[in-house]
């Protein structure tokens, strides 16, 4: 059994391996620990060994861990699917939120933002490999959907976010992240200056650095595995955490 730091250890380390390897500065990659179904003892554990910043799916689940350490002073991001009921509770508590893959959803969260908390960080979400089962918009409609988020004044634009395919090969996890770097390009071109490339989870983050990441959301490597979600209930899906719909 690793201990927390053990496990920080080995992550750092492959964020420093991967970042020399792309020539980049291994500070230039955000490390969001993705915290869903993990108790808040092992949020706290990782906090006082310096992580800050937290990724959750649920938002009921965010709330209570929030609560919780309400006494640290943490970043919280959204990084699950977003139903149109929930945008309220998430504009009102959390930072950054990674996957918002519909303009009504931006104008939402813009909308219900608390002016005093200053403008939500968010990222669009992209499907890149138009897979059915997955949130995001597809590349096509990706230039009109930020062109129209980034009028919003309660949100800030800050990139791009993707969950692509599993895959093994290290060649074949990169195609997708590049496209997604190439797409942030293209709207950099057209005068969106936008800074956020959240891509690579436990299994894809090397590749996903190489391909220029600003921010990695990695559960597994970090906490150790995780309970299914579905283990107890009636109608678990193959791959719950990308999946589920509900809250
Ligand atoms: C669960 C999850 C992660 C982390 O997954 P691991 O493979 O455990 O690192 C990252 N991003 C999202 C959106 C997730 O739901």
Do not use: Y
Request: net charge positive.
């Amino acid at each position: 059994m690793q201990t927390a730091q053990q496990r920080l250890d080995k992550v750092l380390s492959s964020i420093h391996d991967a970042a020399r390897r792309a020539g980049r500065a291994p500070h230039d990659i955000r490390l969001i620990g993705a915290s869903k179904a993990q108790p808040v003892a092992a949020i706290r554990e990782l906090a006082v060994l310096g992580i800050r910043d937290f990724g959750e799916n649920f938002v009921q689940e965010a709330l209570q861990k929030q609560a919780a350490l309400a006494d640290l002073d943490l970043v919280w991001h959204f990084i699950g699917r977003i139903q149109s009921n929930k945008t309220r509770e998430i504009a009102e508590c959390f930072d950054w939120v990674h996957s918002v893959d519909r303009i009504k959803i931006a104008r939402r969260l813009s909308q219900q933002r608390p002016s005093d908390r200053g403008p939500l960080n968010i990222c669009l979400q992209v499907n890149i490999q138009h897979e059915p089962s997955k949130a995001g918009l597809h590349l096509e409609s990706l230039d009109e959907v930020a062109h129209a988020a980034r009028e919003l004044p309660g949100i800030q634009l800050r990139g791009l976010m993707a969950i692509p395919q599993p895959s093994d090969d290290l060649v074949t996890q990169r195609r997708p992240f590049a496209q997604l770097r190439a797409a942030l390009e293209k709207l950099h071109a057209q005068g969106l200056h936008l800074d956020t490339l959240s891509m690579g989870m436990t299994a894809d983050m090397d590749a996903a650095i190489l391909e220029g990441a600003t921010m990695i959301r990695i559960g597994t490597a970090l906490f150790g595995p995780r309970e299914p979600r579905g283990a107890s209930r009636a109608n678990a899906a193959p791959h719950p955490w990308t999946n589920v719909p509900k809250d």
